[in-house]
């Protein structure tokens, strides 16, 4: 799943790169962008009462992504259970150059705690991984 845009000023930091706290912005995107590839929108699943909750985040800074690069985001779910999924992701730069890698670990959610998602949802992600 891939997902692609441009890196704005507001965004970067006094040297002209994408601040490091907005790296977990365009994953942020990336992921609900991926969903909806999957069928299963943030607002979808809002309204099945799920939520995807992120409960740690590793990431690599290889390379600095510069104001108007434009990135690309590729998102995989390299793990998942009926509790917790992990996905990798990469950001890349317009001449395909690896930039940042991210590991995140989530859980489903559902009325406030840690659930087990349903068999029909489950389905839906091991159809896409």
């Known amino acids: 799943m891939q997902y692609t845009r441009k890196i704005f000023g507001y965004e970067c930091d006094l040297y002209g790169h994408l601040n490091n706290a907005n ?7 990336a992921r609900a962008v991926a969903l909806q590839d999957i069928g299963l929108s943030v ?3 809002n309204s099945l009462n799920w939520q995807i ?16 690069e434009v990135a690309t985001v590729k998102s995989t779910v390299v793990k998942i259970s009926r ?14 150059q690896l930039c940042n890698r991210a590991l995140v670990k989530a859980v489903f959610i559902r009325d406030g705690k840690p659930s087990r998602l349903d068999k ?10």
């Not at 790296?23 to 995107?29: D, G, K, R, V």
């Open 23 to 29: 790296y977990l912005h365009l994953y942020e995107e």
């Open 43 to 45: 607002n979808e699943l």
């Open 53 to 68: 909750y992120v409960t740690r985040v590793e990431l690599d800074f290889i390379k600095g992504l510069a104001l108007e």
């Open 83 to 96: 509790v917790s999924s992990l996905w990798q992701q990469e950001i890349y730069d317009s001449a395909g």
């Open 120 to 129: 029909n949802l489950y389905q839906k992600f091991l159809d896409r991984v």
